[in-house]
């Protein structure tokens, strides 16, 4: 099954958002390993152990919860039809959006590494990648939908 050039750029960027998200969290954290105090156990512990806590509970949360992913689903049909991840503008603002998230997180690691900031930020990063992901997935779960399938097909392949 073939379809839309708009849906396969669609799919694209959910994945393309995941993917840069995480390789911005990843990059956060090695510099983390390099400014925080406490040892690379304690380090490791709020930067990957926490987090990865909070990614997998929002993304399981996002996907089981009849409720949330009803929700999700909708909104990230919503997003396909305002052409999010289709034009050069909306990729551009996607990217700026998570270079954006990226430099608060940096920011919250080096206030951190001064001894002014107490919330672990790789918590609420890593849950927010769990939704992107949830996403991710969601968009996939809607071709299966008719409804959505009537208008994501290519009809001339």
Do not use: C
């Amino acid at each position: 099954m073939t379809y839309t050039r708009a849906w396969r750029n669609f799919k694209r960027m959910q994945d393309m958002t995941v993917a840069v998200a995480s390789l911005i969290y990843a990059a956060a954290a090695v510099h983390a390993l390099s400014v925080l105090p406490g040892g690379r156990a304690a380090v490791l512990g709020w930067t990957l152990g926490w987090p990865a806590v909070w990614l997998v509970g929002v993304y399981l949360i996002s996907i089981l919860t009849p409720v949330l992913k009803r929700g999700m689903a909708r909104w990230v049909w919503m997003s396909f039809q305002a052409g999010f991840g289709q034009t050069p503008g909306s990729i551009l603002g996607g990217v700026a959006l998570l270079l954006g998230a990226g430099a608060f997180i940096y920011w919250q690691v080096d206030r951190a590494a001064l001894g002014q900031s107490g919330a672990n930020v790789f918590s609420a990063y890593a849950a927010g990648i769990g939704v992107l992901a949830a996403q991710a997935v969601l968009a996939r779960a809607l071709e299966s939908l008719p409804e959505v399938r009537v208008h994501i097909e290519d009809k001339a392949a």
